[in-house]
T-cell receptor, first 113, second 114 residues
Framework: NAGVTQTPKFQVLKTGQSMTLQCAQD?????MSWYRQDPGMGLRLIHY???????DQGEVPNGYNVSRSTTEDFPLRLLSAAPSQTSVYFC????????????FGEGSRLTVL | DAKTTQPTSMDCAEGRAANLPCNHS???????VYWYRQIHSQGPQYIIH?????ETNEMASLIITEDRKSSTLILPHATLRDTAVYYC???????????????WGLGTSLAVNP
């Protein structure tokens, strides 16, 4: 099993550009989520999904969209990138929404100029 | 805001036990304590979790005080590969239904020295 795979690993955007961070897991996990990690702050939850077709907002959802059309994939979209979205993004999954045992991807480092 | 307090950094000699403390004095009765670690530039890795009993797995042991206001993660024989940031996290209820989220702090940067 590859686990949780994120692409791209690095990306530079200009303010106002859009892009999608991809996340795929091959463990048949119900629950998937996106976090961002910024210096001096703990990981913060952006959006999460408890199953295909179901998504909900986390702590810091503004500026981000998500969808969950399949169990395996959970892309994160930035519609109009802003410098405040410069961060490292992590996708995570777990077999059920009630568990805190998460499997994380390797991260995507995004810089918005 | 994080519900846990951890030392910013610690050192440990290779082969010795690493004992990482965590305070969670405001924890509620049904909130679990989780430990993760993050090796530089990688995604966080789950280590162990517990509610009120001590727990052990192949990676570590978790000792939770009887009043549940603090806990200690023990790496019994630290190696250089255990150098990482260790996060003590409380899992709390979030939104409606059976939703939970992890409240992440800044963790303890553990350096294992030869």
């Amino acid at each position: 099993n590859a686990g949780v795979t994120q692409t791209p690993k690095f990306q530079v955007l200009k303010t106002g550009q859009s892009m999608t961070l991809q996340c795929a897991q091959d463990m048949n996990h119900e629950y998937m989520s996106w976090y961002r990690q910024d210096p001096g702050m703990g990981l913060r939850l952006i959006h999460y999904s408890v199953g295909a077709g179901i998504t909900d907002q986390g702590e810091v959802p503004n500026g981000y969209n998500v969808s969950r059309s399949t169990t395996e994939d959970f892309p994160l979209r930035l519609l109009s990138a802003a410098p405040s979205q410069t961060s490292v993004y992590f996708c995570a999954s777990s077999y059920a929404r009630g568990t805190g045992e998460l499997f994380f991807g390797e991260g995507s480092r995004l810089t918005v100029l | 805001d994080a519900k846990t307090t951890q030392p910013t950094s610690m050192d440990c000699a290779e082969g010795r036990a690493a004992n990482l403390p965590c305070n969670h004095s405001t924890i509620s009765g049904n909130e679990y304590v989780y430990w993760y670690r993050q090796i530089h530039s990688q995604g966080p890795q789950y280590i162990i979790h517990g509610l009120k009993n001590n727990e052990t797995n192949e990676m570590a042991s978790l000792i939770i005080t009887e009043d549940r206001k603090s806990s200690t993660l023990i790496l019994p024989h630290a190696t250089l590969r255990d150098t990482a940031v260790y996060y003590c996290i409380v899992r709390v209820a979030f939104n409606a239904g059976n939703n939970r989220k992890l409240i992440w702090g800044l963790g303890t940067s553990l350096a294992v020295n030869p």
